[in-house]
């Protein structure tokens, strides 16, 4: 069983940054690729990063790239979404992913989710 907990969220100005963390619990955090999804008022969740179990490689929406990063760090079992140039369309509920597959890159639903953190950013 994997638990994640983010933290972060809050509210931002429009252009300006918020980190997102997630700590995960479970020895198998290496072994796991996590991901970040997010869901706006009246809209479906959307995935919005993704890194694989060594971080040798992340994957992004189209809407964040450029804008987004992802990272995470072994030794402290924690992904982080470094969001800098938001805009008030990235205003969700953003939730932290952990899947057991290693190279997992955001195509489907991953296995486990967090919470949940809110980020509004305002105009």
């Known amino acids: 069983q994997v638990q994640l907990v983010e933290s972060g969220g809050g509210l931002v100005q429009a252009g300006g940054s918020l980190r997102l963390s997630c700590a995960a619990s479970g020895r198998t955090f290496s072994t796991y690729a996590m991901g970040w999804f997010r869901q706006a008022p009246g809209k479906e969740r959307e995935f919005v990063a993704a890194?694989?179990?060594?971080?040798?490689?992340?994957y992004y929406a189209a809407s964040v790239k450029g804008r987004f990063t992802s990272s995470r760090d072994h030794a402290k079992n924690t992904v982080y979404l470094q969001m800098n140039s938001l805009k008030p369309e990235d205003t969700a509920v953003y939730y932290c992913n952990a899947d057991p597959r290693p190279n997992w890159s955001g195509g489907d639903e991953p296995y486990y989710w967090g919470q949940g953190t809110q980020v509004t950013v305002s105009s």
């Open positions: 890194i694989t179990w060594n971080g040798g490689s992340t």
